[in-house]
């Protein structure tokens, strides 16, 4: 029937489409191991912090707490110029969320495999031990020095003519890890190892470790190799203190410096900028900038998290703790290529698309490199790079202080 062959798609793909909405259901952990050869990723690592029930109750009692005490304490106050402004874009989307989220709670079929993905995890195998901070690493005299060793794997085809079985062998080689591009250019993943940790490196991926600082050695020599699909999910300083951050946090000032203009490709780029729902952000995005990086605002996606029954994290409604957040989509226009001639080729990109996923560890986004690719103006040579990554994905190049992040062994299976 139809509906099954949808829900084989997704069994496969990790993507399923729903019904009667501008939406997407999509579980990470499917989407990712699509691209991983030897290796998959552990769903128990994924989603350790999102299914772990004492957290989840924590979190629950703390937030009905703060909305009983507000409640007593405060009477309903006049909106400020601000909040208004908040409020205005909140309602604007509310109509798209709530019909997504309902096309979710029909696709009764789906809901059955995500439920049972909890059932499904195995206590999580991996060795335990502090994680590496890469970033620490990074700051200290010697990190020049630090070598991170790629273990290749050649194929071993040499058996086919039926003589005697080669030697399994490994060929190792050492690159510096910070301020160099390291590159995995086959088409199988790769063992890494960096002093005491392993790292899963995925098929024709590559990372640039470095701070801020060097940020610049991304600049590609000739512009006609520039990237065409550009993802940054900036380290936006928070207002409340009260949340605890996982990562340092810089100054909005910080990030109109990023070379976005330098690194597109000379015939275009699209520009997907992860951002939070404070409205002083948004007016910060919209008028200084994308201003500042030469992009175009086009169009905006709605990640909408949901637990693994259906149902939203939090209340649509709750002013400080949406279950929502927003990716701003912009296109840089390239120098040859009229805008008019970009758009005959590739889909027109939609506003107010919705990615509904349960959430995983960490404050991490989901994968989204396959959605946008689509939207990405169609180049020959196009690259795509991710600016602020905790991880690596399949074809594209990670830059950030910690892109090794989530690439660390305990998060995968041997297949
Ligand atoms: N997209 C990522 C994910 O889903 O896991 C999260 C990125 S997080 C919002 C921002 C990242 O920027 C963190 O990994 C943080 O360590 C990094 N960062 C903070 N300050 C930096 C700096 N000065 N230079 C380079 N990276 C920095």
Not at 105 to 123: D, F, H, Q
Not at 208 to 213: A, E, R, T, V
Not at 316 to 341: A, I, M, N, W
Not at 372 to 388: D, N, T, W
Request: hydrophobic share 35%; net charge neutral.
């Amino acid at each position: 029937s139809k509906t099954s062959d949808k829900l084989s798609e997704f069994l496969e793909s990790g993507v399923y489409r729903l019904e009667d909405s501008n939406a997407v259901f999509i579980d990470p952990v499917r989407v990712l191991n699509r691209s991983y050869t030897r290796f998959r990723v552990s769903p128990s690592a994924y989603y350790s912090r999102s299914f772990d029930s004492k957290h989840a109750g924590q979190e629950a009692r703390v937030s009905s707490n703060f909305r009983k005490r507000k409640r007593k304490e405060k009477k309903p106050q006049p909106l400020n110029d601000r909040e208004r402004a908040a409020d205005q874009r909140h309602q604007e989307v509310r109509p798209f969320l709530l019909k997504a989220h309902e096309s979710l709670v029909r696709a009764t079929e789906l809901l059955e495999v995500v439920s049972n993905l909890k059932g499904n995890l195995c206590p999580s195998t991996s060795s335990p031990g502090a994680e590496q901070s890469l970033v620490e690493l990074g700051r200290v005299w010697q990190a020049p020095l630090y070598e991170i060793t790629l273990n290749f794997h050649p194929n071993d085809n040499a058996r086919e003519d039926g003589g005697a079985p080669t030697i399994q062998y490994c060929e190792q080689r050492a690159f510096p890890v910070f301020n160099n591009l390291v590159v995995n250019e086959t088409s199988e993943d790769v063992e890494a190892e960096l002093l005491n940790s392993r790292y899963i490196l995925p098929p024709e991926s590559s990372f640039y470790m470095s701070d801020l600082g060097q940020i610049h050695n991304l600049i590609p020599a000739e512009s006609d190799c520039g990237f065409n699909l550009i993802v940054i999910d900036p380290p936006w300083e928070n207002g409340s203190a009260r949340q605890k951050q996982r990562y340092s946090t810089l100054p909005n000032r910080y990030f109109l410096s990023l070379p976005v203009k330098q690194i597109c490709h000379t015939d275009g780029a699209l520009v997907a900028l992860w951002v939070t729902n404070r409205e002083k952000l948004r007016g910060f995005v919209e008028k200084e900038l994308f201003p500042a990086w030469g992009v175009k605002y086009v169009a905006t996606f709605f990640w909408l998290k949901v637990k693994a029954d259906g149902s939203l994290i939090s209340d649509l409604d709750l002013f400080h703790h949406r279950p929502y957040e927003c990716l701003l989509l912009g296109l840089v226009h390239g120098k040859v290529t009229d805008s008019k001639q970009l758009s005959s080729t590739k889909p027109i990109l939609p506003d107010n698309q919705i990615i509904l996923s349960i959430p995983g560890g960490y404050s991490r986004k989901p994968p989204i490199a396959g959605l946008l690719h689509e939207y990405a103006p169609r180049l020959q040579r196009g690259r795509c790079i991710e600016l602020f990554a905790r991880e690596m994905t399949a074809g594209w190049i990670s830059w950030g202080n910690e892109p090794l992040h989530f690439q660390e062994s305990r998060n995968f299976m041997k297949t």
